[in-house]
């Protein structure tokens, strides 16, 4: 329960106070990630751990907030990252802290929630917050890029809604996660129920044809919106798939999988080649983004062991590298005041220091050996080569579509010898990218440190989904 | 019962020690009896206190208010209450104004009572008479003339078409006592056939009251009427009215239950209808008001759900979505009523409201609630409904979620202009009782927060 209760004082804190200082922000951020490092202790609770359990609504929904390793993987990259977001917030924005902090709570609970219509609460409650921030904060006036967002993401959770109902109503009328594990389905509620929740996790993650609110959404928001979007908020799509529609509709996967593998490795190449002819930094990475995670949802879908761990992996090390590319953005756009690849360039001229870090972020989004984006990105392209080979090899392009854009990146930003004035970059805009340099190298040199967090409460759904489904490869 | 007294009561001492003297100097008395009412019919629901010895003299075959129906009677005055307080008063009206709103408060509270069709019929001609001449009361508004005639037109024939349904349902069942009329149906039931006269009996009725909640097709006079009348007539109508018609209704068709399997084949299009239309036509409004009457037309559509599910387990649900509705409307109606004082008609209103945090979080509230969003009473009201209608009619919660999804479009769209197009303005609307405002306001907020994290509480209450 602290980890929904301390965000939201904090929120109140920052919305109420007039308080300057980012460091004051970052640490209040922190006490959640102490809470999480020091309380609860990483890789102890297989079967998950009842931090909190209350009836809520009659007798068929209890407020159940349970962490499990994998929660606890979701977790300490929700309390990581966001220190690091509300550190980079400029200008005294107290407004956008505290509309981070907020989303914070509902994001938390959405990774804990162990009861359907809990989890649609907090799912729910997440999109406000940002909502508000992409609504408040972006550079023009943007209604439509965010009522278009808020729709697409509100018919998505709406269909779950009527999924979740509708699962309840066959378990009689629990809410329970076990009692929707447990409910036997007919194929075709399965279908249905299935259908719904995958449209809910689709238009979130997104895969392919239900990417269309992306692009527009990260490149308008302000940066940190655009962090907490694509950092952890496109997880709670991943983490959905695997905690939600998996399990409790196990029935239909054999009849979506082959579909949802086509979107994503459709998406896979259409994100990298879209990607490779973008002129704005920030849309580079949004289809960069719209790439890598139909990745991770490709892995998820071809339902074997390698495929899990290298997508878990994945999401974490996901979540710091667009973090960090959106951080190199934020820190350039503020100096130079752009953020277009045709206006910039030289930046290695000047800074020196900033440039490696830099390099080092682009070499790790374009899963370079040794950093992190590898092994994930390795063993996620094992699952889908297992799955088919065909998959395997057309989805293996994105390495070479990832380094071609990336690099484009990097050379159009960095090298050249384009006059662009610049001013000095303050060591507070500097500590957030060396933090997410570090991870990638520290990743990349030790996946096994990450992989090892979680493999019994993988084991344990992985088994939850083969009773489920019957055979898993 | 105590409410009915209290608040009639009130209405009359509003009327005689206020007269010659203008609106805004009887106000606090009318709010104090329906406080009182509020608290008192509260009290009662909860078995705190009981009245009943009082009002032994009322015979139970007309009246008779069960905890729930107290319960209902509670947030019906505390909904009168809380519009008195938060939309203004002028100077220009009486205290004839406040009487007649207690007098049209009194007939509503009948009709949640009503136990026999006769009070039934009374119940809604006291909470519709009132209503006609308060539609017109801004009497130099050729819109509320326009108005206040057309409401009375509509209404006198919707409660004429509503006379004639009781009348043929008198002739098939030989009773108006809607316990009887039951007892008759249920003894149809098993002979496999009703008689016609009660089955045109119940469409008429249902059609005289499907007009006085404006559901879809019988919603033409509400957008306009609203539009005409004053904000706090408009309010008035969009809430008090609604509430009490919607518990009036289900009791109706509750009565009608050993044909519910018939009577669903036409309530459920009608729902599906009223749910699309209302929210779509909204989508195309240009003025707020107007946008407000088609999203009360379109909580109709919901609040019709209500009828296809078995009444005895949902009462509460119903009373949870009527307290969310209202909280939501009344809140919204207030900031329309508010930022429109320059004469600013459309969306662009909002602009100002930047200034007025407590306003601005209102708003932001109100209209996640009324949407229907998670962490709002309003999220609990539409999930209980969807959920219990869900075995009714798959389909209908379906379209029910559809409407929920078209209704965002239009529900934010004062957010473009309170955060993406806010202008910094002189803080230009400023009125007497400030302070007393923010007070109900901040209170309603609390309200919806609180009920919307923790519905235990309304649970129990009703």
């Keep these: 329960m602290e980890f929904i209760i ?460 083969s009773n489920a489904k019957g055979v898993l490869s | 019962m105590i409410g009915i007294a209290l608040v009639f009561l009130g209405g009359v001492l509003t009327l005689f020690l206020g007269i010659n003297k203008s609106e805004s100097k009887s106000l606090w008395m009318t709010r104090l009896f329906m406080l009182a009412s509020a608290i008192l019919a509260g009290a009662e629901s909860q078995g705190w206190i009981d009245f009943s010895t009082f009002f032994q003299w009322v015979p139970p075959q007309m009246l008779t208010f069960s905890p729930f129906k107290l319960s209902i009677v509670s947030i019906l005055s505390f909904f009168g209450f809380y519009i008195l307080s938060l939309l203004p008063s002028s100077d220009k009206k009486g205290a004839d104004v406040l009487g007649l709103t207690a007098f049209a408060l009194t007939g509503a509270m009948m009709m949640v009572g009503s136990q026999h069709l006769v009070m039934l019929f009374l119940g809604l001609e006291v909470l519709s008479i009132p209503l006609f001449v308060l539609a017109g009361s801004e009497k130099d508004n050729i819109y509320g003339n326009e108005a206040a005639m057309k409401y009375f037109l509509m209404g006198a024939f919707s409660t004429a078409i509503f006379l004639l349904g009781a009348a043929f349902t008198y002739g098939g069942s030989g009773t108006l006592i809607l316990a009887e009329i039951q007892m008759k149906l249920s003894f149809s039931a098993h002979f496999g056939e009703f008689p016609v006269l009660l089955k045109a009996g119940v469409i008429l009725m249902s059609v005289g009251l499907l007009f006085k909640v404006s559901a879809v097709p019988f919603h033409f006079w509400s957008p306009d009427v609203y539009e005409g009348s004053p904000n706090r007539v408009a309010t008035f109508m969009a809430v008090i009215v609604k509430v009490a018609g919607f518990v009036a209704f289900s009791q109706l068709i509750q009565t009608f239950s050993p044909m519910q399997s018939w009577l669903n084949q036409w309530i459920i299009p009608l729902s599906i209808l009223t749910i699309l239309a209302g929210n779509i036509v909204a989508l195309a409004q240009q003025t707020v008001k107007r946008t407000l009457a088609y999203s009360s037309i379109s909580h109709a559509g919901y609040l019709l759900l209500f009828l296809i599910v078995p009444m005895e387990e949902n009462m509460n649900v119903l009373g949870t979505y009527l307290l969310s509705y209202g909280l939501g409307t009344i809140i919204l109606f207030y900031l329309m009523d508010k930022y429109s004082a320059n004469g600013e008609k459309s969306f662009e209103m909002f602009k100002t409201i930047k200034n007025n945090k407590i306003d601005l979080a209102a708003l932001v509230i109100s209209t996640l609630s009324i949407a229907g969003v998670p962490s709002t009473i309003g999220f609990i009201a539409k999930y209980q409904l969807f959920s219990a209608a869900f075995s009714q009619s798959s389909m209908a919660v379906y379209f029910a979620l559809l409407g929920s999804a078209i209704s965002v479009a239009y529900y934010f769209k004062p957010f473009r202009y309170a955060f993406a197009e806010a202008q910094d303005s002189e803080s230009a609307v400023n009125k007497d009782g400030q302070f007393f405002n923010q007070v109900c306001l901040i209170s309603g907020m609390i309200f919806i927060l609180v009920l919307g994290l923790i519905p235990t509480i309304t649970e129990r209450f009703f």
Excluded at chain 1, 98 to 117: C, E, H, I, K, T
Excluded at chain 1, 204 to 229: C, E, R, V
């Design chain 1, 6 to 465: 301390i965000p939201i004082l904090a929120s109140l804190i920052w919305a109420f106070l007039p308080i300057k200082s980012r460091w004051i922000a970052a640490g209040l951020g922190l006490i959640s990630l102490v809470v999480l490092l020091t309380k609860y202790n990483q890789g102890s609770f297989p079967d998950g751990l009842v931090v909190f359990d209350q009836p809520w609504l009659g007798e068929s929904v209890r407020f159940t907030l349970v962490i499990d390793q994998i929660t606890w993987l979701m977790l300490f990259l929700t309390q990581f990252l966001l220190p690091i977001i509300v550190l980079s917030v400029k200008n005294n924005n107290n407004k956008l802290i505290s509309w981070a902090f907020l989303m914070q709570a509902g994001l938390n609970g959405v990774f804990m929630a162990q009861d359907g219509l809990i989890f649609y609460l907090f799912w729910e409650l997440a999109m406000i917050p940002i909502y508000f921030i992409t609504l408040q904060f972006s550079e023009k006036d943007n209604f439509v890029t965010t009522i278009r967002f808020f729709i697409y993401t509100f018919v998505g959770s709406l269909a779950m809604l009527a999924s979740l109902i509708y699962l309840a109503s066959l378990s009689g009328g629990s809410f329970a996660y076990a009692d929707l594990l447990n409910t036997q389905l007919s194929h075709s509620q399965s279908l249905i129920i299935g259908g719904g929740l995958l449209l809910a996790f689709a238009v979130k993650i997104p895969i392919f044809p239900f990417h269309l609110w992306q692009a527009d959404t990260y490149t308008n928001a302000p940066a940190q919106g655009s962090m907490l979007l694509s950092g952890i908020m496109l997880k709670m799509g991943l983490y959905g798939l695997i905690r939600w529609y998996m399990p409790l509709a196990a029935e239909s996967i054999d009849f979506y999988q082959p579909i949802i593998m086509a979107l994503a490795v459709i998406g896979i190449i259409y994100g990298g080649i879209i990607a490779i002819r973008q002129d704005d930094m920030k849309r580079i990475t949004a289809y960069s983004s719209l790439s890598h995670v139909g990745l991770i949802a490709a892995g998820f879908f071809t339902l074997n062991s390698s495929g899990f761990n290298g997508g878990l992996l994945q999401m974490l090390v996901h979540g710091f590298n667009v973090v960090g590319m959106f951080l190199i953005i934020d820190v350039i756009q503020q100096n130079a005041k752009t953020r277009n690849l045709s206006e910039l360039g030289g930046i290695a001229a000047k800074f020196k220091v900033f440039t490696v870090l830099f390099f080092v972020i682009v070499i790790g989004t374009a899963a370079a050996p040794l950093t992190s984006g590898f092994p994930g990105e390795f063993m996620l392209l094992n699952s889908v080569f297992k799955y088919n080979s065909v998959h395997g090899i057309l989805s293996g392009l994105t390495i070479i579509l990832c380094a071609v854009y990336m690099l484009r990146i990097f050379q159009k930003a960095a090298l050249g010898s384009a006059e662009i004035e610049m001013s000095e970059i303050s060591f507070i805009d500097y500590l957030p990218i060396i933090i997410i340099g570090f991870t990638v190298l520290f990743i990349g040199l030790f996946p096994q440190v990450i992989l090892e967090i979680f493999p019994m409460s993988l084991e344990k759904l992985m088994l939850e989904i």
